[in-house]
């Protein structure tokens, strides 16, 4: 059975995360924390905890605006280098907790979308060199030529994490640059420990293969495993959304049993409820839509996971009447829940 805590760490919005880490290094090097925010439309509230819900335009813009203010060329770096895979919850001990180095990377690529990227990151292997390649998300955010920099930056930084877990000091021998260095190369060099090819057809950092099958210094593979389950499981329950729609599911996900009502949803994304129902209605959704698509994910999570009688399934989904449960969920699926649990 999934707990509330292990929804709560998967679903994590990691743009707050990162914005912290962001605006603490931005304030290292002079910025002022206060005229970022401001100019980037962020309240205080969407970045006092990690686990506060910033919308990724506004990231976007905060990223962009103190990429335009900073004289440090490394900027990506430092906030790569001050983050923990630890702190990507659930698929951070996913990963953590893998048989060998390519069972990490193949989870760190298959679940990447439940923290929210910006790019698509796949592992080739061509010989006896393995290469992560990375690209913009298909249909994504349009970014800029500084946020492309800062991010690329960033991800890069996570080859010291990646080696650490490995037993190596630096895990990429090579690296490959879409974008140009904009006057920064010593910059890169400094921090990758090689000096990179900027301008290249795409972003890609390679290794060598035989790498792939070393093992982790310290995993639970049974943990790993548990909690790859749990990403999969949210995965395959994001699969059918994007968009708003997608941040709403998420947030729902932080609390499933007690599912919040529209106007208090909006509250959490900082919003009017009519702009948060316009923009659901944009995506051809409603509210109410979301809500019933959840709790029936939860409903058939449990009737699969636990033996617990239907109505206490019903009251842990949010359903105070069992003949409403009941009757949305044969509408839904074409069959009672008790004939759901014997055909599963």
Same mark, same amino acid.
């Given at each position: ?244 729609? &997608?941040?709403?599911?998420? *947030? ?36 109410? *839509? ?6 029936? &994910?939860?409903?058939? *999570? ?43």
């Amino acid at each position: 059975m999934r707990t509330t805590d292990q929804v709560d760490v998967i679903t994590n919005n990691t743009n707050a995360l990162y914005a912290i880490k962001l605006l603490d290094e931005a304030v290292a090097l002079g910025l002022d924390r206060g005229e970022l925010l401001a100019d980037a439309g962020v309240h205080r509230s969407e970045v006092d905890n990690p686990e506060a819900h910033l919308a990724m335009e506004k990231y976007l813009r905060l990223v962009e605006i103190t990429m335009d203010r900073c004289e440090a060329p490394d900027l990506g770096f430092r906030v790569g280098e001050h983050t923990s895979l630890m702190e990507h919850g659930v698929l951070g001990y996913a990963m953590l907790n893998s048989a060998n180095f390519a069972e990490c990377l193949q989870r760190y690529c298959r679940y990447q979308r439940l923290v929210g990227p910006l790019f698509e990151v796949e592992v080739v292997t061509e010989g006896d060199v393995a290469m992560m390649c990375t690209r913009p998300l298909p249909g994504g955010w349009q970014l800029s030529p500084s946020v492309i920099r800062y991010y690329t930056q960033e991800w890069l930084a996570t080859g010291v994490i990646w080696a650490s877990l490995i037993g190596r000091d630096y895990l990429f021998t090579e690296v490959e640059i879409a974008h140009s260095a904009e006057g920064g190369e010593q910059a890169y060099e400094n921090h990758l420990k090689l000096m990179p090819r900027f301008g290249q057809s795409g972003t890609r950092a390679k290794f060598p293969a035989e790498w792939l099958s070393l093992p982790l210094q310290v995993a639970n593979e049974s943990i790993g495993a548990m909690c790859a389950q749990q990403c999969e499981r949210l995965l395959d329950e994001l699969s059918h959304y994007r968009g708003w729609a &997608a941040e709403v599911y998420r *947030q729902l996900s932080l609390s499933p049993g007690e599912i919040p009502n529209m106007n208090a949803m909006a509250d959490r994304l900082h919003m009017a409820s009519r702009t948060l129902r316009r923009r659901l209605d944009s995506e051809g959704l409603t509210y109410q *839509q979301l809500v019933i698509d959840f709790r029936l &994910a939860m409903a058939r *999570q449990y009737l699969r996971e636990s033996q617990l009688p239907v109505n206490e399934v019903a009251e842990l989904v949010g359903y105070a009447n069992p003949a409403n449960f009941y009757r949305t969920f044969l509408r839904a699926e074409g069959m009672t829940p008790q004939k759901f649990r014997t055909v599963i």
